[in-house]
């Protein structure tokens, strides 16, 4: 017991005397390990995930533009700016797709989401409704792990092929990511959500 708590206490003293030389490898390797890409082709539909700040709705206008759907869902949920006005998340985004070229009767709003697991449930019912067989889920890069795995889980049987595809030209870097207020809050919320998610079994 002596031999493991001493042998314990060295690499820990390792670790604190080397994370100041080698912090930035660390974070790259956290901020990297959060990212997940699947090689995507042509599909049914595209899926663009609720939140962020226009990327994502950007990322699958640029995809449906590109010819990989023919049509895209909006997932979400009800905002309020301070005490102004109340807007809804997907709404916003058909909006903002139908100014970069998408035809607003090829956006599907998705409403009643309040988490990603919701996404994943409301948008398989969705795509069964609609025989859809294939997705490409959008999001931004930090939450593309966390949305694998549970799209994985809820599509599991389902049939349909799920695509994970992170916004190419996002703010989000594995190696700068630290460098922003913004960044050391996403980071440091997705792996707690991605514990949280994990005790509920969601992942």
Known sequence: MKKI????LIIL???IIQFPLFYKF?????????????KIEKA????????GRGERVLQGAKLYREKY?????????????????VYHWAVQGQKL?????????????IFDSLS????????????????????????????????YYVFKKVYKNSGIKVMIYPVQDSWYK????????????????????????QLKGFI
């Not at 708590?5 to 314990?8: D, G, L």
């Not at 049914?44 to 939140?51: F, R, T």
């Not at 994943?120 to 949305?147: G, N």
């Open 97 to 109: 797709a139908s100014s970069r070229g998408v035809p607003k009767n090829k956006v599907w709003p």
């Open 116 to 147: 990603t697991h919701d996404d994943a449930t409301l948008s398989l019912a969705e795509c069964q409704k609609r025989h859809i067989k294939s997705l490409i889920v959008v999001t931004e890069p930090f939450h593309t792990k966390r949305a």
């Open 26 to 38: 660390w974070l790259g390797q956290a901020g990297g390990w959060l990212i997940h890409q699947d």
């Open 44 to 51: 049914a539909a595209i899926l663009v995930l609720g939140g």
């Open 13 to 15: 003293g390792l670790i």
């Open 174 to 197: 594995r190696d700068t990511w630290w460098y922003s207020e913004y960044g050391l809050m996403a980071t440091t919320n997705e792996y707690i959500k991605f514990v949280y998610y």
């Open 5 to 8: 708590t001493k042998y314990t």
């Open 69 to 85: 759907a023919d049509l895209i869902m909006m997932s979400g949920e009800f905002e309020q700016v301070m005490s102004g006005p």
